[in-house]
């Protein structure tokens, strides 16, 4: 027995296997490689069949538990005893003195898991669960670096817990229960510059703090306020940010929470109802304006959108039936409805709900915008009469003229886009006042008698005479050329 003793301390204490030790040394690394070593050397006297798979025994409890290995100790059978004899007769030579009357302890089930890693506190194994004999062994424990416990234990300032969030460490803030270390850590949040930590903390307060003493603090600290405003808006906390905006007497910005609920809702006459009741809110005066305009916008769309699903129904509109409509009015903006009653009601008489004359009036539409928008709309139904007499105007003599609010050039792109015949294009791009930019249009676009019109005006022979190249032989175009340099060359004589 002394024999055994004297092995096993050898073993223990020898130069590559050190005893593990409480002590805090400098390096706790090198200690804890040092025992996961130790530990490692034992395998071979350790049946890891299975050790993967979880099984449970009659009893209920998880084979592999410590309670499980003790009643199997005491029912175990004589073969269990030869197996673990075979099995440490494979061991390391420091252990072929030990006595064959093994238990059936497993450590295997004990060290559950890899063996790279195992718990601290309850592994401190006796290697007398090998031997019924009172030897001692006590094989090293395994646990993390004592720096890993700090974040979690350790009794940091505000202002250090503060820098640990900025670096990503996990900080518990539920030791700071006094209402002035809440404070203070907010503060030293606020100093931090760090978006993500301050709300963290504005987090914490918010569920740890009474309503009434979380918002009179904030109201002296704006940055922070702020920052909780933003929260509870993306969060969509409805209820807490009325509170507190009520709390700073913010009554515009209430009136703009309550009124952009309003996209929560679903049913179309429900959310004309709660338009309504947001215009008695205390909006400012062109707030008030712009909610007016959005109740009467959706009041007319339902109206619109009743009469023209019941005319593409019943097939009685051509329209409708050439050009189906692809979705609803409702709920559209103001330039979509216009665009909308351009298309499909250009012609009704101002009196008429759905009239562009009548939508231009009720929400003061400027020219450019309508001009815009009608060209649009009727370009694309190559409606090129509508064109010519929505940019045709008179005067107070009756001359007719033709005017374009957003510039000829636009005009000239816009029927472009929608394939309008050169006759038409050219028609509009003589009236591009800058010659350089209607040079440009009329050569991008093919209008060659334009071309040949804008030279000839200019005297350019020189570019008269190269622009010859790029019409077709035998064309009007070339004899048109040819005509007007013959007519410069009589004229230079």
């Not at 296997?17 to 804890?32: I, K, N, P, V």
């Not at 130790?38 to 099984?55: F, G, H, P, Y």
């Not at 809440?182 to 009474?210: P, Q, S, Y």
């Amino acid at each position: 027995m002394s024999r055994v003793r004297a092995d096993e301390e050898e073993y223990w204490h020898s130069s590559k296997f050190r005893a593990f030790t409480f002590d805090d040394e400098d390096d706790e690394l090198s200690q804890l490689k040092e025992s996961k070593r130790a530990v490692n050397s034992l395998r071979d006297i350790v049946d890891d069949d299975d050790d993967d798979l979880e099984r449970v025994s009659w009893s209920g409890e998880p084979v592999g538990s410590i309670s499980w290995s003790i009643k199997e100790t005491a029912s175990g059978s004589t073969s269990s005893l030869d197996g673990r004899d075979s099995s440490l007769q494979k061991g390391s030579s420091s252990y072929a003195a030990l006595p064959k009357q093994a238990s059936s302890y497993s450590l295997s089930s004990l060290f559950k898991g890899e063996w790279g890693f195992l718990c601290a506190t309850h592994l401190c194994l006796s290697l007398s669960a090998l031997t019924d004999t009172g030897v001692k062994n006590y094989a090293p424990e395994l646990r993390r670096p004592k720096a890993e416990y700090k974040d979690y234990g350790s009794d940091w300032s505000p202002k250090d817990t503060v820098r640990r969030m900025q670096r990503g460490k996990v900080c518990s803030l539920e030791r700071f229960r006094s209402l002035q270390d809440k404070l203070v850590l907010l503060d030293e949040a606020v100093a931090g510059h760090d978006g993500n930590v301050i709300t963290a903390v504005l987090i914490f307060l918010k569920r740890t703090l009474r309503r009434e003493i979380l918002l009179r603090e904030l109201e002296v600290r704006q940055v922070a306020l702020c920052h909780l405003i933003h929260f509870l808006r993306e969060t969509g906390e409805q209820k807490f940010l009325l509170d507190l905006l009520r709390f700073l007497d913010r009554t515009e910005e209430v009136a703009l929470s309550q009124y952009r609920e309003h996209l929560n809702i679903q049913d179309v006459e429900k959310r004309r109802e709660f338009l309504k009741g947001c215009i008695g809110l205390p909006f400012s005066a062109e707030d008030t304006s712009h909610i007016q305009d959005h109740y009467t916008l959706l009041e007319r769309q339902i109206i619109i959108e009743a009469n023209d699903r019941r005319l593409e129904m019943a097939g009685q509109s051509e329209l409708f039936r050439k050009y189906p409509r692809k979705a609803s009015i409702l709920n559209m903006p103001l330039v979509t409805t216009l665009f909308y009653s351009c298309f499909y009601h250009y012609t009704e008489a101002e009196g008429m709900f759905s009239s562009p004359t009548n939508l231009k009036k009720t929400f003061k539409i400027p020219d450019k915008q309508y001009v815009l928008t009608a060209l649009a709309a009727r370009a694309k139904l190559r409606a090129w009469g509508d064109v010519d007499a929505l940019l045709t105007t008179k005067n107070w003599l009756g001359y007719t003229k033709k005017k374009a609010p957003i510039g000829f050039h636009r005009v000239v792109e816009i029927l472009q886009r929608n394939n309008a015949p050169v006759q038409v294009l050219q028609e509009y791009v003589r009236l591009v006042e800058d010659v350089e930019t209607r040079l440009n249009l009329a050569t991008k676009y093919k209008c060659h008698d334009v071309v040949i019109e804008t030279y000839r005006d200019l005297k350019d022979r020189i570019q008269l005479s190269a622009y010859k190249s790029k019409v077709e032989r035998g064309s009007a175009e070339e004899e048109k050329i040819n005509s007007i340099l013959s007519n410069m060359v009589r004229k230079a004589y």
